[in-house]
């Protein structure tokens, strides 16, 4: 799988509480390449939170900045990119991860998605009346962006040496 990758990214997409941290950080260390996670990036350099950008200065500037970061991790591999939920949401942001090497949609179904976000408050998307309703829509209108990813691996409640190895054996 190492040998597939050459300098190109492995480049995990798909809707928060699919795995995309967890999985890509683990496959990282099969692979023996760095791992990033947008996410935490965006944290860093700005030295704030998430919930704190959203609250702050809003949806759009924190995509505008999330575009910026994307764009800089995607420069420098091999790596595997954990891509916040909604980037690859984004055409231009789509485009620089599929020019920088694989793609693969962690594609999970609503309960899953619900049972492991639901353990966490700190999705700023989902602070609305219903959040699973919320989440479903999510699914519904980004489904069919993440399926351009290259790669597609159902994400289950299998443990996760098992997803890893799923992930793995998909991009040989
Ligand atoms: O990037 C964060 C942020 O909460 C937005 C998001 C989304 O749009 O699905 C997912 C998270 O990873």
Known sequence: ARAVLGTRNLVLVGLMGAGKSSIGRLVANQLGIPFVDTDIEIERVSRMTIAELFEAYGEAEFRALETRVIKRLLKGGPRVVSTGGGAFINERTRRHVK???????????????????SKR????????????????????????????????????????????????????
């Open 99 to 117: 020019r920088s090497g694989l793609s693969v949609w962690l594609k999970a179904d609503l309960d899953v998605l619900w049972d492991r976000v």
């Open 121 to 172: 408050d700190t999705r700023p998307l989902l602070k609305t009346e219903n959040p699973k309703q919320t989440l479903e829509n999510l699914m519904n209108s980004r489904y069919p962006i993440y399926a351009e990813a290259d790669l597609t691996v159902l994400s289950r409640d299998v443990g996760k040496d098992v997803m890893v190895k799923e992930v793995l054996a998909a991009i040989v």
